[in-house]
């Protein structure tokens, strides 16, 4: 035997030798040749399937969008039906030829939606693989269809976001891209896509947000109309929010820079392109009278959370509200009675301006059980009910007290906020350390002495929330706000926004006051209780959510507000009531708006009225209103409220507040001391030297429809905290800035 001979059997005596399992394990089933073996069966099994698939999987001969398109219906909470909408005899199309739809009108689709159309197979196999995985993940709406795809969904498929329904999609997508032309695609596309208002088809979108036939929509009509179809709700102009608008306009200014990188728009073109407002939506038959409100803030309320729109769209849905039938009519009662009444539009250009909306929520179940959006869908289009372009105004101050007291906020002196804290109420008073310079007037320049938060919220007094909010930090008013329901993107962080200059609807102040009522766990208003497709059910979220504020703070702020309406400026609404009430009346700058929002143990209510003109839209003052002079919260709102309220509660006229806090089950005002002296810095018109619960400036002239300003004499307890006397410092003037950047040397007196 050689030596190479030797070493070969030396070498096979070692491997004999090894120990079993070495080498067995895991490692015996995952070499790479049985891994790569593996992977080009799989794919081999992924081509046979899908050729498979491909053979299988025809063309329909018909489409079936008209075939599938069904009622939607509507209820009320006992079960009986609202309305029927959206039956397949009555959807809104006019299908058009590709030669009637212009050029630029096409081209802008194509550059919004697939901008390799003309040139690809009608499937993109990346993005579509992302819709898969995404529809596994449970991600929800799928993204990366071609135009193509988009038309086979529409017209031949359904909106249901299954793996097998994408799967079918991509079959149908090649075939029909091998069958029919790109212009006879696109045509489909453009036709069958649904763009909002109703509207399916580029025809019937034209007549819906245009006014026009598609033949005469121009450039930049076609590239908002292109832009819709990514999300129509959120982005039809008469309802988008201000985030909605400023994303459908940056999508509108994508579409026609897309049309010039494909050399479909000159660049001089493109400079000369204005967005074009489209025109206010006209109402669909069938939806006169408060109904059209309902299924319109329905529809919204299920897209918000979830629903995809365009298979809400589609029909076949069985939606229940909370509606309250009972409560629904007694409401409306109030405001004919109360108001619409009083209107004399033929003889008052005023009265024809004045625009209502309420909301009333059960705190408990979050629902909605009476909504009134206006004189009627097809007269009004906007829900005034949900709209929030006008100001709340002083119905916003308890949100400033709730947040002072969630976060242990004090005064400049070091003083906890509380109810009884003693505050400068004069007219005009600067506020000290303000993130700016800013003086508010009182309501009818009243000017009040030293006075307890109790007092400067059942008063309304504008300079004692407006230092307030500068003790809490405006920052920290907002976060609150925002977690009690508002929308902070409408909310600037400036001093006014203590005086509610932000936008807000009647349903927002709704949610805020009921989490109040609901002893600080938040409340998220719910139209909609149920909502089946068929056989299935949507799962809706709870409308009742987490502690947002503490429940003393919750609590102590209602006790706060009972006053308001015990004895202050919703007192006369309230009178021959024989139920417990809190709430806040508020009126906005130049009387554009006037609130009232208010609750009882068991029932939360938004009351607003707006001065809107009745062509074009624009905000005016309510003044001269009925008759009268002024309006304010206390007046039509409240009495609307009050009306409403004492009809809907029914048996549960005796329900009580449940409150825990020391301040009791509800507080009468505090009786504080005049101020000691008068500060030598003090504005031009200085406290009075009366009792601060007694102005010292009567208006001329009481409003119309509103309580008297001067509060009442009701005894009550002695402040927890005494008033401080402010600091003396150097003379700057008259009104001026001294004592470390305190206006007039002033401190807020506690």
């Known amino acids: 035997m050689g030596r190479a001979d030797a ?102 689709f194509v550059a919004a939606e697939n901008k390799t159309f003309y040139q690809d197979s009608g499937v993109d196999l990346k993005g579509t693989l992302r819709g898969v995985l995404n529809t596994l993940r449970g991600k929800g709406k799928q993204g990366g269809s ?117 050399k ?109 959006g206006g004189e009627g869908y097809t007269k009004h289009y906007t829900n005034n009910a949900t709209r929030a372009d006008f100001q709340p105004a002083s119905t916003f101050k308890p949100l400033i007290l709730a947040s002072a007291l969630e976060n242990h906020a004090k005064t400049q002196s070091g003083v906890p906020i509380t109810p009884d804290t003693v505050y400068d109420g004069r007219n005009r008073r600067p506020v000290v350390n303000s993130v700016k310079p800013f003086a508010p007037p009182n309501e009818d320049e009243v000017n009040y002495g030293r006075i307890s938060v109790q007092q400067a919220t059942n008063n309304s007094v504008n300079s004692v929330f407006a230092q307030m909010g500068a003790d809490v930090g405006l920052d920290q008013v907002k976060k609150t706000a925002v977690s009690l329901g508002m929308d902070g993107s409408r909310m600037d962080v400036q001093p006014a926004m203590t005086l509610g200059s932000m936008g807000a609807s009647p349903l927002q102040m709704a949610a805020a006051y009921a989490t109040l009522d609901n002893h600080g766990k938040k409340v998220d208003p719910s139209l909609v209780v149920k909502a089946q497709h068929g056989a299935q059910e949507t799962e809706l979220p709870d409308p009742i959510g987490s502690q947002v504020l503490t429940r003393e703070t919750a609590d102590t702020v209602t006790s706060v507000l009972r006053g308001v309406v015990n004895d202050g400026t919703a007192k006369k609404a309230m009178d021959g009531a024989d139920f417990q009430a809190a709430g806040k009346t508020g009126t906005s700058d130049d009387n554009k708006s006037a609130w009232f929002v208010g609750y009882t143990p068991k029932l939360v209510t938004a009351v607003g009225m707006f001065g809107e003109e009745t062509k074009g839209g624009k905000q005016v003052s309510l003044k001269g209103t009925g008759g009268g002079g002024r309006v304010n919260g206390g007046g039509y709102p409240a009495e609307v409220w009050a009306a409403y309220t004492a009809a809907a509660i029914g048996d549960d006229s005796g329900a009580k507040f449940d409150l825990e806090t020391d301040l009791g089950a509800g507080v009468a005002p505090t009786n504080t001391p005049p101020p000691s002296n008068t500060p030598s810095h003090s504005p031009s018109q200085s406290p009075s030297q009366s009792p601060s619960h007694s102005p010292s400036q009567s208006p001329s002239q009481s409003p119309s429809h509103s309580p008297s300003r001067t509060p009442s004499h009701t005894p009550s307890r002695t402040p927890s905290s005494p008033p401080e006397t402010p600091p003396a410092s150097p003379s700057t003037g008259s009104g001026g800035n001294g004592n470390n950047g305190r206006p007039g040397g002033f401190d807020d007196l506690g």
């Open 264 to 372: 479909w728009l000159s660049e001089a073109d493109r400079q000369k392109q204005t967005f074009q407002t489209p025109i206010k939506p006209k109402p669909l038959p069938g939806e006169a009278g408060q109904v059209g409100y309902f299924i319109n803030a329905a529809n919204q309320e299920l897209i918000r959370k979830g629903v995809d729109e365009k298979e809400l769209a589609a029909g076949g849905w069985t939606i229940t509200l909370g509606i309250d039938k009972k409560k629904q009519q007694e409401l409306e009662k109030a405001v004919k009675r109360k108001l619409t009444d009083d209107l004399k539009p033929a003889e008052r250009k005023v009265d024809r301006d004045a625009q209502l909306g309420a909301v009333s929520v059960d705190p408990k179940t979050g629902h909605v059980l009476a909504m009134y």
């Open 7 to 108: 070493r070969r059997a030396a070498q096979g005596r070692k491997r004999r030798a090894k120990p079993k399992g070495k080498k067995g394990g895991i490692r015996r089933f995952f070499t790479w040749k049985k891994l790569l073996g593996a992977f080009l069966g799989a794919c081999l099994l992924g081509i046979l399937g899908f050729i498979g698939l491909y053979l299988y999987v025809d063309v329909p001969d018909e489409g079936n969008f008209q075939a599938t398109s069904q009622s939607n219906i509507y209820k009320y909470a006992d079960g009986s039906v609202m309305a029927r909408k959206g039956a397949a005899n009555a959807v809104n199309r006019e299908t058009v030829k590709i030669d009637q739809i212009p050029k630029h009108v096409q081209r802008a």
């Open 146 to 262: 071609t135009i193509t795809q988009q038309y086979v969904k529409n017209y031949y498929l359904s909106q249901e976001q299954t793996v097998s329904r994408k799967l079918q999609e991509i079959v149908i997508s090649l075939k029909v891209d091998n069958k029919l032309g790109k212009d006879e695609i696109l045509a489909g596309y453009m036709n069958t896509s649904y763009y909002g208002r109703g509207a399916y088809g580029i025809q019937a979108a034209a007549q819906a947000y245009y006014g026009v036939d598609v033949g005469k929509l121009t450039v930049s009509q076609g590239a908002y109309l292109a832009s819709l179809l990514q999300a129509p709700s959120q982005y039809d102009w008469a309802i988008a929010s201000d985030a909605g608008k400023k994303r459908v306009q940056e999508r509108w200014a994508y579409t026609l820079d897309n049309m010039v990188e494909m």
